[in-house]
């Protein structure tokens, strides 16, 4: 049996060195816990970065997914499969959109809603030099779409050239938004709460502007809801909340818990209007092994009342968290909903969270200077307090 350090090693030697990992090598989990290959315990509050918004070990859970594997994982997208399709039903359900198209991550997301976008204002003018207004600071994915409309030319000058024809606005600053509006605007992205860009909510006024103006000039909003949707700020998607609807949302991370999907939804107009076939595809993308799972996660929101409890909780952790920052000099602001926080200090974080792992606590950053609060969807008080104990000590 290889120890911890050799397997670490091993990872170094062989995978591709784009992350900068903690030293911890995870064997299985357990409801909100944790467990390393030595056999110690780790309180999660990062979720696979939001992703098993419903905790380890979910027996009904992994039931489902292994029923599915064992009738069928893949027909391509040529066939019509009975999982995708109750997925499609469901997820329609719980957005109030209309149109689904599976994807197998957010960024591919991303992308087949920039071209979703692009294709609705071709087919208005025939024009192709459309124009999308995108918000500073904020991510959206790897991929040359997604890292084209990401707000943080950190991660895009080695790259470049971008796609093109790309504004950048401020999130909560309707003038900045309006100062980049053209004739030739077709679309305005942004998420309804920043999450790798420091956790900062839209301001309801904000969106419901942003609103209006797409309204006023035939100009499509897009809401990316892979971090903040599937109930993490207490509603199905975070939009919800404002009683603003978009033309076109993408989700992924906890739609799957877990099994790789992600999905873009849109409109039944912009449906009508937009792609045809031929125009987009994916190999992966809605197979019978996703759907199951989307379906399964679906249905344990609804039984388990999932977002009763993230309502619940994460007003317990906001104000918990709110004692904390009046308590330290160093914390200089406190943001979020529901069960996406973040702690900004006037300092790096990265010593705060590497600590918090010796003591058996995952966090994450956003940014260097921000704590991100991530836990699964099914915390109880009781881990909250269980987490601040184990950060006041590492404070």
């Known amino acids: ?3 911890m350090q050799e397997y670490i090693q091993e990872a170094e030697a062989s995978l591709l060195h784009t992350y900068n990992r903690y030293q911890v090598v995870f064997d299985h989990g357990e409801g909100v816990r944790l467990y390393d290959i030595e056999g110690r315990s780790y309180l999660d509050f990062v979720s696979g970065i939001g992703v098993f918004a419903l905790g380890y070990g979910n027996r009904e859970y992994n039931d489902a997914v292994k029923a599915q594997v064992d009738k069928i994982l ?8 009975v999982p995708a399709i109750e997925a499609a039903k469901a997820i329609k359900k719980v957005s109030g959109m209309d149109r689904v198209f599976f994807t197998n991550s957010g960024a ?5 809603a920039l071209k979703a976008a692009r294709k609705y204002a071709y087919l208005k003018d025939g024009r192709t030099d459309h124009e999308i207004i995108a918000m500073e600071h904020s991510f959206h994915g790897r991929t040359f779409g997604a890292l084209s409309v990401t707000g943080k030319k950190q991660y895009r000058e080695a790259f470049e050239p971008m796609i093109g024809n790309i504004r950048f606005a401020e999130l909560n600053d309707i003038e900045s938004v309006k100062a980049q509006i053209t004739e030739k605007t077709c679309a305005i992205l942004l998420e309804t709460v920043q999450g790798e860009g420091g956790i900062h909510p839209c301001e309801k006024a904000f969106l ?4 209006a103006i797409c309204d006023e000039k035939d100009i499509l909003l897009i809401l990316d809801e892979i971090q903040c949707g599937m109930g993490r700020t207490g509603e199905y998607y975070a939009w919800q909340g ?3 609807k978009p033309d076109i949302m993408t989700t992924a991370k906890a739609l799957g818990c877990g099994v790789p999907v992600g999905a873009f939804l849109m409109t039944e107009k912009v449906g009508q209007n937009s792609l045809k076939a031929g125009d987009h595809g994916t190999t992966y993308g809605g197979n019978p ?4 799972a989307i379906v399964e996660v679906l249905r344990q929101f609804e039984e388990r009342k999932v977002l009763e409890n993230v309502r619940r909780v994460g007003a317990y952790l906001y104000e918990k968290l709110d004692a904390l920052a009046a308590e330290h000099g160093d914390i200089v602001e406190h943001r979020g909903a529901g069960l ?3 702690l900004q200090f006037d300092h790096p974080v990265a010593d705060i969270i590497n600590k918090a792992l010796e003591k058996g606590l995952v966090l994450i950053n956003a940014g260097t200077d921000i704590i991100r609060f991530l836990p699964p969807l099914t915390i109880t008080e009781a881990d909250v307090d269980e987490m601040l104990e184990i950060l006041r000590e590492c404070l």
Do not use: D, K, P
């Open 1 to 3: 049996m290889e120890t």
């Open 108 to 112: 591919e997301a991303i992308e087949g």
């Open 289 to 292: 092994l996703a759907g199951a």
């Open 340 to 342: 996406i926080q973040g």
């Open 242 to 244: 404002y009683g603003v």
């Open 74 to 81: 893949h027909t391509s997208n040529y066939y019509y499969n």
């Open 208 to 211: 419901q502007e942003v609103r």
